[in-house]
């Protein structure tokens, strides 16, 4: 056997009692998969595995996930497949701002699979979509957790021009650990992305996840420099090797520690901060609905 594989193996983690949920159920739960299904839409809560669907669903809280179900990319920590997607869906933004009108809600989160393929790494189609959102459901703020558009500035401004209230990028982790754990992708470009979205004036958003081998002090230097660039909102959640295949889990991190980077951050400036083992970047991202608005009518 491969000798990577044996020391994964050997170093797969039981994952402690804070991190364990109950298998998802409920009839709001099985309503919005309904949904789902009935739209052919996919949904980043099924793709990556996310361990709160049962939460975020009975909350009529989803992430759908635009631009289709395979992504060119292949983070290791990621659960989404790899491989070579379809063309874009013309129709897929409408089936979204029906979903999403149907479901009533105040505030929703989209992301995209990684669309290498593309030109514009689907930003048209993203325009599109935020485009008939807003027609459809004109009262609801709207988050978009895009990919780095390899850094083409051009195609970040298009997705700005059609107006997300929060614009956010995640950086994942630290910049030591970076290549590793988002093979295609840098630290740099994505601050780049980050810094311009701020400079343009969104309200900007990212996320890391912590226990794949970085420092608390790591973190810190960080949070001061998504800080120090205009990023207003930031999430911090444990990492979960979704399988094998994965990145290992290099630590638990308590949620007490989770509880010390969250004053942190907010000691910084952050104007939200959500932090925890079961945190995602679109986990309550309901309550950041209030700072979206107020950016509204500014
Ligand atoms: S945290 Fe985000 S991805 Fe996970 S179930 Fe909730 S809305 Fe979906």
Redesign the pocket.
């Known amino acids: 056997m491969d000798p990577d594989r044996l020391v994964q193996i050997a170093t797969r983690k039981r994952r402690p009692d804070w991190l364990k949920v109950r298998l998802p159920s409920g009839d709001t739960y099985f309503e919005v998969k309904r949904l789902v299904e009935e739209q052919s839409l996919h949904?980043?809560?099924q793709s990556?595995s996310?361990p709160?669907?049962g939460e975020?669903w009975n909350r009529r809280?989803?992430?759908i996930m635009i631009l289709g179900g395979i992504c060119t990319r292949s983070c290791r920590f990621c659960d989404v497949p790899t491989g070579r997607p379809l063309p874009p869906d013309a129709d897929e933004p409408r089936r979204v701002g029906e979903v999403l009108s149907r479901l009533g809600l105040l505030h929703t989160?989209i992301t995209c699979v990684d669309r290498d393929d593309l030109p514009d790494g689907g930003a048209a189609h993203w325009a599109e979509t935020i485009r008939e959102i807003r027609t459809r459901c004109p009262d609801m703020t709207l988050e978009v957790l895009v990919g780095d558009f390899k850094g083409r500035t051009e195609d970040v401004d298009a997705v700005l021009a059609a107006g997300p209230d929060i614009f956010a990028h995640n950086l994942e982790t630290v910049p030591r650990l970076s290549r590793q754990v988002r093979v295609q992708a840098s630290y740099p470009r994505s601050y780049a992305v980050l810094s311009h979205a701020s400079a343009r004036g969104a309200t900007t958003k990212t996320g890391l996840m912590l226990g794949l081998g970085e420092t608390l002090s790591e973190v810190e230097e960080v949070l001061r420099e998504v800080r120090d660039c205009g990023v207003r909102i930031v999430t911090l959640g444990q990492y979960l090797s979704p399988s094998r295949e994965h990145l290992p889990v290099a630590r638990f991190v308590s949620p007490a520690e989770f509880s010390e980077l969250r004053a942190l951050a907010l000691g910084l400036g952050f104007a939200h901060v959500e932090a925890g083992p079961l945190v995602?970047s679109?986990?309550h991202a309901d309550g950041q609905a209030e700072i979206a608005r107020a950016a509204r009518k500014v």
């Open positions: 949904t980043v809560c990556a996310c709160n669907i975020c809280s989803l992430t989160v995602r679109s986990y």
